[in-house]
């Protein structure tokens, strides 16, 4: 275990995509973090604040994250326990990163944004 909290631990991940990929999981059994109560999700985001930072300044290549949830077998959840997943993302790890997690359906994640968004 990384750390814990009265609600919550982060853990490494079994099968990490980047170096230091840890999970955020609430103490209590729920699904998904639709099913969480308030404090469990503000105890959630503090053991990432808390592990991001600890991982900012021991891993000084580290220049973003991703963070992510799959919520239901169409979004690809197979372990029915909440859990974050923080991924650290280092430049360079991949040719082109725009688009992040739109690249969970094969073909959407690059896109043009419209002058307003950009």
């Not at 998904?32 to 000084?60: G, I, W, Y």
């Not at 991949?94 to 094969?106: A, E, K, L, Q």
Request: charged residues 20%; contains cysteine.
């Amino acid at each position: 275990m990384l750390l814990e909290n009265a609600l919550g631990r982060a853990i490494a991940d079994g099968f990490p995509v980047t170096s230091g990929h840890s999970l955020i999981v609430p103490k209590r059994h729920v699904a998904d973090p639709f099913d969480l109560t308030s404090d469990e999700l503000l105890a959630c985001h503090e053991l990432m604040s808390v592990l991001r930072r600890t991982q900012m300044k021991n891993d000084l290549k580290i220049d973003g994250y991703n963070i992510g949830v799959n919520v239901g077998i169409a979004a690809g959840q197979t372990v029915f326990h909440c859990h974050f997943h923080l991924i650290p993302r280092r430049s360079g790890d991949v040719p082109d990163p725009r688009g992040g997690v739109r690249h969970v359906i094969p073909g959407k994640g690059f896109y043009e944004p419209s002058a307003g968004e950009r």
